[in-house]
């Protein structure tokens, strides 16, 4: 009986579980259908403006001399920016950026390290702990930004990044992130942020289209850079916002099917287990029977 008491109170701790996940799911279902919307929104956008920064710089020679944003220095002081979430019960949303972080370190930025010339920067609770953890140079650190993900509470946090690039304080900025493909994938990236690229490699092979410019171009390029770069922040720290409720969605609907399984084998434990229980009992009612006969 002590057995059967066990396996009907792990039967009632998992079904509470399942609940809980059950519902975490339609939560982050919900969340994430609002948030695709965004991203699909923007990914256009963005786009198409780095599209025209590409041709207006083509078409403008000088416009790398000015380009205070695409000024290329040996990576002596180096800032990568991790994001992640808040919270965690997403699978390895997190703990992915944390490898991908660890193996840029390791292969990538090693002489900065042990020159303490690397920094990093948090976007997201669960990069900060990492970071503090491992007792890292932590330049800042910005959790609160997914309470309101907006254009313009992220463009300070890249302005910032900007102003410490022009400054001199950092000569190559990277970011760390999940970019949304879809409900159950999500593609770890690791791009450059600073210095930007206005033309690709095979500029040459690049068709440039024939814009009309008012007032210069001069003037219309120095605007659209650092809105080019703020646009990109924007859509990167976006990206890994609906990816974290994809992971989570999934996580949890993985969870509520394992919970379910479960509960069905725990059953069938405790099916056997009555079972035999009974069996025993009547054995026992027909050996004393057979007893009192004799």
């Known amino acids: 009986m002590a057995n059967l008491k066990i396996i009907r109170t792990r039967i009632a701790s998992v079904k509470s579980t399942r609940q809980i996940t059950s519902a975490m799911k339609m939560v982050s279902a919900a969340k994430l259908r609002k948030a695709q919307d965004k991203i699909v929104r923007l990914r256009p956008y963005a ?26 220095r040996d990576p002596e002081k180096v800032l990568i920016i991790m994001i992640t979430s ?18 840029i370190v390791a292969d990538k930025y090693h002489k900065q390290a ?30 609160q930004v997914f309470n309101n ?13 900007m102003e410490n690039f022009v400054s001199g304080k950092f000569d190559r900025v990277d970011i760390v992130y ?9 593609n770890l990236t690791n791009e450059p942020f600073l210095p930007v690229e206005t033309a690709p490699a095979d500029q040459k ?17 120095k605007e659209l850079i650092p809105k080019s770069i703020k646009i990109q922040f924007y859509k990167a720290v976006l990206d890994s916002w609906v990816a974290e409720h994809g992971a989570r969605m999934t996580a949890m609907h993985k969870a509520t099917d394992n919970a379910t399984q479960m509960i069905k084998e725990l059953t069938l434990q405790y099916n056997k287990a009555r079972q035999a229980s009974i069996t025993n009992q009547i ?3 027909v050996s004393g029977a057979e007893a009192l006969k004799g």
């Open 283 to 285: 054995l026992e009612v």
């Open 205 to 221: 092979t690049v068709t440039v289209a024939d814009y009309i410019y008012e007032p210069t171009k001069e003037e219309i390029v």
């Open 178 to 186: 999940n970019q949304f493909k879809n409900a159950a994938v999500q």
């Open 149 to 161: 993900l907006t254009f313009s509470n992220v463009s300070v946090i890249a302005e910032k990044v």
């Open 47 to 72: 786009n198409k403006l780095h599209e025209i920064l590409v041709g207006v710089s083509q078409s403008l020679v000088d416009v790398e001399e000015d380009n205070i944003y695409g000024k290329k």
């Open 114 to 143: 042990s020159k303490g010339n690397l920094w990093f920067m948090a976007i997201g609770k669960k990069g900060f702990e990492f970071l503090r953890q491992q007792k890292l140079n932590i330049l800042e650190e910005h959790n």
């Open 86 to 103: 808040n919270r965690g019960l997403c699978g390895g949303f997190n703990s992915n950026v944390v490898k991908e972080t660890r193996r």
